[in-house]
């Protein structure tokens, strides 16, 4: 069973930075693709950024473009997404989710962490 555990969330104020990681096990880390998404209360759950392992293309919503990067590190089957320039509209849970390459892109990803709370004050 593939399981992803996040940490790294917390309170920051505007302007500020914080990086989460993404524990992954239970499934072959190099084929997959990881991701990261958010949501915010009252609104839809929404994906910030996605890696894949095994040539590490990245993707970014345009609206952390310039602002988070992703990365892994594959020795310890961990994906971080540092956040920087971080702004009050960043607060949200933000949640790791993986499958297999192919799957996520054409399905979006199966399995998912608890999620971790990031929250921006002003």
């Known amino acids: 069973e593939a399981q992803l555990v996040e940490s790294g969330g917390g309170l920051v104020q505007a302007g500020g930075s914080l990086r989460l990681s993404c524990e992954v096990s239970g499934f072959a880390f190099e084929y997959y693709t990881v991701g990261w998404f958010r949501q915010a209360p009252g609104k839809e759950r929404e994906e910030v950024s996605s890696?894949?392992?095994?040539?590490?293309?990245?993707y970014y919503a345009d609206f952390v473009k310039g602002r988070f990067t992703i990365s892994s590190d594959n020795a310890k089957n961990t994906v971080y997404l540092q956040m920087n320039s971080l702004k009050p509209e960043d607060t949200a849970i933000y949640y790791c989710?993986?499958?297999?390459?192919?799957?996520?892109?054409?399905?979006?990803?199966?399995?998912w962490g608890q999620g971790t709370q990031v929250t921006v004050s002003s």
């Open positions: 989710a993986g499958d297999r390459r192919n799957y996520y892109s054409d399905y979006g990803p199966h399995f």
């Open positions: 890696i894949s392992i095994s040539d590490g293309t990245t």
